[in-house]
């Protein structure tokens, strides 16, 4: 059945929202804004679209869904929201927004200096974000050595009785044992602020102020302190390998395509320090790589609206290319109200639209300035090598799969492996992993975590059975991806589990090998068993297809401790106060207050605990009873 596009357009608003184009088997082709939505769905109607990509999508659409907003900024928010949820088909999608670290720093009379990775709320001030870890360890670096803040957890920090080994190095200036005073530590941390904000100048010009002042006053020592701040922070303005002194904070985003990869790299630049930058491929970006530089800037623009409806917008923007002006930036061009195509500038569009997400203008320009081409041109060459690392790891990839399907006589290459392995001690808190290897690497979004219950104690090939069960339950219903391969960490005992598992689902045609540990667990000696009987198989320490089992299986090994040791390490954590029949977080309070921990309320008699505040004789028996 063919759309009816003109009666749909009779029925549209001109007021802002989001439109879902949809197929006939109701697969969501694309999800777009609109500042009018009747201007911009009638633009997809018209005989001469911009792009192949755009037609071949108008003639699948079926039919399509608004959602009206009260505001542009609005419709932005919900676009991105529902790109990311739905992975429309004709959308380009970027994965990556909410893994970029921060700075944050906590709140009170001695804050606490910290790395963060999530969404900031508002309980403590967050700078960022930044391109990767690496960049915040280092500026934190920095910050410990300039300003000499804690970094130590609230719990530790109320209980030192003695300076800790960085106040010793002079890395922190000791506030947990009163060698700061609260005033003289909020200066500290109000220079930091500063110069996280990029206002390193104004941080040196205060601090010359107080040596001087300090000077005299005769209170040299201080001054000596103030002294060596002000020569750090030359320090770091001298060794940037590219900076600018006007302590800009820019992004700076380029969009490249090249040897038939698409990368996006963001490199940051805050208070004119260079960060360092983060290349980023997108998914389903096939059909926008295809276009060359019209593609590239149409990605780069999706790029920026997804980012930026997440984190804060530096004070400018630094893109090439820059979208061009005959194209829009997220679809065709717009019609006017009489059908003909109105005039778009989709750079002043895009400008709008962060300005919108920023709640204030922010500019976004070209390349003019020496330092400004040489960051553009460093953050193109490290796009270019980050195509190139892509391109090398997948061919290394496909190397290794062929080599895995031959020594394993496959039928199929193995595109995607499972592997499983167990991990508990001594029979405690016994976890199942399943990690995955999808084609070009680990897929960690199809990891999953198995607590084992109802088996003995150390039954490993109890544990492998019911892992294997859970995770082919569905599978073996009609739902789910079926592996090409299945890896278990474990000898014939624990394939035999396995396989069992498989042979109750009817899943025995999946195939299956076992990774025996070699002679003193040295890697390179494993021994591969085959589910089906066949004679065990080592590999060379060199093989290719070795290697490949050895990265799936060391990742099943470190996921499944990982878990192991946080379920182990739960009941531990918590505190036999917290449940104690009756007590809440005052008296629990008040019982530490009186009795100093859990081992003097355990020593404590009925009459002394009722002798607490809030306790009383009836509730002190319950407690006595719960601890005894």
């Not at 949820?85 to 906590?106: E, G, M």
């Not at 998914?283 to 623009?301: I, K, N, V």
């Not at 005959?326 to 750079?347: I, M, Q």
């Not at 207050?593 to 605990?609: D, H, I, M, N, T």
């Amino acid at each position: 059945m063919t759309f009816d596009a003109k009666s749909f357009l009779a029925t549209l608003t001109e007021l802002p929202g989001v439109y879902r184009m949809l197929a006939a088997d109701g697969e969501v082709l694309y999800v777009g804004k609109a500042k009018n939505l009747k201007r911009r769905v009638a633009s997809y109607f018209r005989d001469n679209l911009p792009s192949p990509r755009i037609a071949h999508m108008v003639a699948r659409i079926a039919s399509i869904e608004t959602t009206v907003t009260r505001t542009e900024a609005e419709a932005l928010l919900l676009e991105n929201n529902l790109i990311k949820s739905l992975a429309p088909r004709y959308n380009i999608l970027f994965r990556d927004d909410k893994s970029y670290p921060y700075i944050v720093l906590t709140r009170g009379d001695y804050p606490k200096l910290g790395f963060f990775r999530g969404n900031p709320d508002r309980k403590a001030d967050y700078f960022g974000p930044y391109p990767s870890a690496w960049a915040v360890r280092d500026t934190m670096h920095l910050l410990q050595k300039m300003f000499r803040l804690r970094t130590c957890e609230d719990s530790v920090f109320a209980n030192r009785s003695r300076p800790c080994l960085l106040a010793q190095i002079k890395r922190c200036s000791g506030p947990c044992v009163g060698l700061i005073s609260p005033e003289d530590y909020a200066a500290d941390v109000q220079m930091a602020s500063m110069f996280l904000l990029g206002k390193q100048q104004e941080v040196i010009r205060r601090l010359s102020e107080a040596m001087e002042k300090a000077a005299e006053n005769l209170a040299f020592e201080q001054a000596a302190v103030y002294r060596d701040q002000i020569q750090s922070l030359h320090q770091v303005q001298e060794k940037q390998f590219i900076s600018s002194s006007k302590g800009e904070d820019v992004d700076i985003v380029v969009a490249v395509h090249e040897a038939g990869q698409l990368c996006v790299n963001l490199a940051m630049v805050r208070g004119g320090r260079h960060l360092g930058d983060r290349p980023l491929f997108p998914s389903r970006a096939d059909d926008w790589a295809a276009g060359g530089e019209q593609g590239a800037a149409e990605a780069l623009a999706a790029f920026i609206r997804q980012h930026y409806a997440v984190h804060p917008a530096p004070a400018r923007l630094l893109l090439a290319p820059l979208p061009a002006a005959s194209e829009a930036a997220d679809g065709p061009v717009e019609a006017a109200a009489g059908g003909e195509p109105a005039a778009r500038n989709p750079l002043a569009e895009l400008a709008e639209e962060v300005a919108a997400l920023a709640g204030r203008p922010v500019p976004i320009f070209a390349a003019r300035s020496l330092a400004h081409k040489a960051w553009v041109e460093m953050a193109r060459q490290n796009a270019q090598l980050a195509i190139l690392a892509r391109n090398q790891a997948t061919q290394q990839q496909e190397v290794r799969q062929l080599a895995l399907q031959e020594a394993l006589q496959l039928a199929e290459l193995p595109q995607r492996i499972e592997c499983f392995d167990i991990s508990h001690t001594q029979g405690e808190a016994t976890v199942a992993s399943c990690v995955v290897y999808d084609g070009n690497g680990m897929k960690k979004s199809d990891y999953r975590r198995f607590n084992i219950r109802d088996i003995q104690p150390g039954d490993d090939y109890a544990a492998m059975r019911q892992a294997v069960f859970r995770r082919y339950d569905a599978l073996a219903g009609g739902e789910g991806k079926a592996p090409d391969l299945i890896l278990i960490d474990g000898g014939k005992g624990q394939v035999a589990s396995a396989f069992a598992a498989l042979s109750d689902l009817g899943l025995t045609h999946l195939p299956m090998i076992g990774v025996a540990k070699g002679e003193e667990r040295k890697p390179g000696l494993e021994t591969l068993i085959f589910a089906d009987g066949r004679a065990p198989l080592n590999l060379a320490t060199t093989h290719p297809a070795l290697h490949l089992i050895q990265e799936v299986r060391d990742e099943a090994h470190r996921f499944a401790i990982t878990g192991h040791r946080a379920r182990r390490a739960k009941p531990r954590k918590t505190s036999t106060l917290e449940s104690l029949p009756g007590v809440g977080p005052a008296r629990r309070k008040a019982l530490v207050a009186r009795f100093g921990g859990l081992p003097g309320v355990k020593a404590a008699s009925v009459e002394q605990l009722a002798s607490v505040s809030g306790i009383g004789p009836e509730l002190a028996q319950k407690i006595h009873d719960a601890l005894h």
